[in-house]
């Protein structure tokens, strides 16, 4: 087995107070391994989507501990938490979340530049990320001269430039037709068996789901299901987008 790369144990999320009050989470235990491809499903409401918020590191649990390489997460200054995201997680969303006057170069550039990197490195960085989604030659287009394929094939570039341990997707194929989504699962699963990234995905589209090495099923704030997948979905990615139309 892989080296255990995330722990929860007894993770609690709790909003409001009194009558208004609201557990998210309900006492969580989990455990991802590095290496892993692992589909978060559940009903809306059942708190998958904030269990990946504690993972990203863009929110913190009520209770319990959240470990991530055996450092204790929930312990951290806010500072802290934000330089474990920039130096380990990168991060896809459902609507892309790209800046739309900007080239597709400059989009995957901007972690780098949160970070500090110089423009040489910078370039370099962005050029190879692209490379490796299929979008060598597409780097001065902006999303709005890309299709919707290309547009998230740009947000994995982004979220892999820094070269992270984890990518978190939040839905990557929601906004994507089938095909579409289908290439970009092929390609996150690539990413993760090709370059060893962990990929925690939330879903709510089974066939997606099946790309992933584990499914764990939310429900009401607990995990009602963890279970292996023995035959994910297996794919060649299509890293030819030339003949996508915007």
Same mark, same amino acid.
């Given at each position: 087995?892989?080296?255990?790369? =995330?722990?929860?144990?007894?993770?609690?999320?709790? @909003?409001?107070?009194?009558?208004?009050?609201?557990?998210?989470?309900?006492? &969580?235990?989990?455990?991802?391994?590095?290496?892993?491809?692992?589909? =978060?499903?559940?009903?809306?409401?059942?708190?998958?989507?904030?269990?990946? *918020? &504690?993972?990203?590191?863009?929110?913190?649990?009520?209770?319990?501990?959240?470990?991530?390489?055996?450092?204790?997460?929930?312990?951290?200054?806010?500072?802290?938490?934000?330089?474990?995201?920039?130096?380990?997680?990168?991060?896809?969303?459902?609507?892309?979340?790209?800046?739309?006057?900007?080239?597709?170069?400059? *989009?995957?550039?901007?972690?780098?530049? @949160?970070?500090?990197?110089?423009?040489?490195?910078?370039?370099?960085?962005?050029?190879?990320?692209?490379?490796?989604?299929?979008?060598?030659?597409?780097?001065?287009?902006?999303?709005?001269?890309?299709?919707?394929?290309?547009?998230?094939?740009?947000?994995?570039?982004?979220?892999?430039?820094?070269?992270?341990?984890?990518?978190?997707?939040?839905?990557?194929?929601?906004?994507?037709?089938?095909?579409?989504?289908?290439?970009?699962?092929?390609?996150?699963?690539?990413?993760?068996?090709?370059?060893? &990234?962990?990929?925690?995905?939330?879903?709510?589209?089974?066939?997606?789901?099946?790309?992933?090495?584990?499914?764990?099923?939310?429900?009401?704030?607990? &995990?009602?299901?963890?279970?292996?997948?023995?035959?994910?979905?297996?794919?060649?990615?299509?890293?030819?987008?030339?003949?996508?139309?915007?």
């Amino acid at each position: 087995m892989s080296d255990l790369l =995330i722990q929860l144990r007894g993770v609690t999320k709790r @909003y409001g107070s009194g009558a208004a009050e609201l557990m998210a989470l309900k006492g &969580i235990d989990l455990d991802i391994h590095a290496g892993e491809f692992v589909a =978060i499903m559940g009903p809306s409401g059942s708190g998958k989507s904030t269990a990946m *918020n &504690i993972l990203g590191c863009l929110d913190t649990p009520t209770g319990g501990e959240y470990l991530f390489k055996r450092a204790h997460v929930e312990a951290l200054t806010r500072d802290q938490r934000a330089r474990l995201r920039r130096r380990f997680l990168g991060f896809v969303f459902q609507g892309f979340n790209l800046l739309a006057r900007t080239s597709a170069q400059e *989009n995957v550039e901007l972690p780098l530049l @949160y970070r500090g990197d110089s423009a040489s490195v910078r370039r370099a960085a962005a050029a190879k990320a692209l490379q490796a989604v299929g979008l060598g030659g597409w780097e001065h287009h902006t999303p709005a001269e890309l299709s919707g394929g290309q547009q998230q094939r740009v947000a994995i570039a982004r979220a892999i430039v820094t070269e992270p341990a984890v990518v978190l997707a939040d839905e990557p194929t929601g906004n994507l037709d089938t095909q579409r989504s289908h290439e970009i699962m092929s390609l996150l699963m690539a990413l993760n068996q090709d370059h060893g &990234i962990t990929v925690l995905m939330v879903t709510h589209e089974p066939d997606m789901a099946a790309y992933a090495h584990r499914m764990v099923h939310f429900i009401d704030g607990s &995990i009602a299901k963890d279970v292996p997948n023995p035959h994910p979905t297996t794919a060649t990615p299509d890293l030819s987008p030339l003949a996508e139309t915007t």
